[in-house]
Each structure stands twice: as structure tokens, then as C-alpha cells.
Nanobody
Framework: QVQLVESGGGSVQAGGSLRLSCAAS????????MGWFRQAPGNEREGVAA????????YYADSVKGRFTISQDNARKTLYLQMNNLKPEDTAMYFC???????????????????WGQGTQVTVSS
């Protein structure tokens, strides 16, 4: 089992920045892919970014490329999402997720992930 706890959400104005953190615990050795997803009210959950923990390869949704950066601190078992130039349409609950696969497929599909955090709210005002 893997436990994930997100933090760092909040309210910012458009153009601002936030950094989300996800602390992982438990048996993380098999979690070769970790990612961030978001879900706004009335919308489906969508993949934002993912990282293959062994190679460091990263994958991003087109809507966040150039603005968001996913990174990891393996020693601290922590996943990060640096979000810059935030837009009102980025407003959502953000979830951290971990797979049981050896690396990311690159498709940012929620079906690839088995473990999920409780989420942290990000609100961007115009």
C-alpha cells in the first residue's frame, strides 16, 4: 500500500504561482509512475503531469505545458508540482497519484494509477 498526502493548495490571483507537494509513504518501490490530476466541479478528472520516477521522464497536458513543472525528491519521497502563470481555468481540486507500474505510459490516464491522495484545492481568481 502507498499513502499520499497533498499540501500547498490555496487561493491566488491570475498570474500567480503555487507549489503543490505530495508526501508518499508505504511501499513506494513499485510506484514507477507518479502524477498529478485535477477535477473541477462538473468536469471529469484530467491528467495534468506525470513523472517516471526511475528515469525522470516527464509528461504534461497541453493546457499546462510551459507553466507547470513536475519534480520529485526521492530521498524525501515527495512529489511536487510547481504551477506558474496560473489561470482561472486552473481552478480545481488537485490530486496526487501513484501507479504500480515500472514507468509512465505517457498517456496521463487515470486508469494507470492505483493510489490516490485526498486532494488539495487550488482556486485562481481573475
Amino acid at each position: 500500500q502507498v499513502q499520499l498526502v497533498e499540501s500547498g493548495g490555496g487561493s491566488v490571483q491570475a498570474g500567480g504561482s503555487l507549489r503543490l507537494s505530495c508526501a508518499a509513504s508505504g511501499n513506494t518501490d513499485r510506484s514507477g509512475c507518479m502524477g498529478w490530476f485535477r477535477q473541477a466541479p462538473g468536469n471529469e478528472r484530467e491528467g495534468v503531469a506525470a513523472i517516471s520516477t526511475g528515469t525522470g521522464s516527464t509528461y504534461y497536458a497541453d493546457s499546462v505545458k510551459g507553466r507547470f513543472t513536475i519534480s520529485q525528491d526521492n530521498a524525501r519521497k515527495t512529489l511536487y508540482l510547481q504551477m506558474n502563470n496560473l489561470k482561472p481555468e486552473d481552478t480545481a481540486m488537485y490530486f496526487c497519484a501513484a501507479s504500480r507500474s515500472y514507468w509512465c505510459s505517457g498517456g496521463l490516464s487515470s486508469a494507470e494509477f492505483v493510489y490516490w491522495g485526498q486532494g488539495t484545492q487550488v482556486t485562481v481568481s481573475s
